[in-house]
């Protein structure tokens, strides 16, 4: 009976292994290959990116980025005052030192 039993747990625990192994495969291809394009089609393409390339020169210049927060900030730099490293803190006395 035990036999049995380790038998059938092993092929479980190879059936749940084999489900993500499974899902490792590509995708299923489905349809024709792309066939090759004729010259009249690579003609159009061209045509078509000549087109979309004159029409990115249509596109005004930008006069200046919108910064929405421009009118909130100052034109000067901040003060250096807050450069300044603060002062080093005074060393914690020891509980020897409080009992003398």
Known sequence: MQVVGRILG???????LAG??????G??????EDKAKTPSE???EKEAERAYRRSLGNIPEQQKSSDPWGTVRSDSPPPKAAAKAPPAKPKAKSAEGAAK
């Open 10 to 16: 092993a092929v479980a625990v190879i059936a749940l």
């Open 20 to 25: 993500p192994a499974a899902a490792q495969k």
């Open 27 to 32: 995708p299923a291809k489905y349809g024709e």
């Open 42 to 44: 690579i003609a159009a």
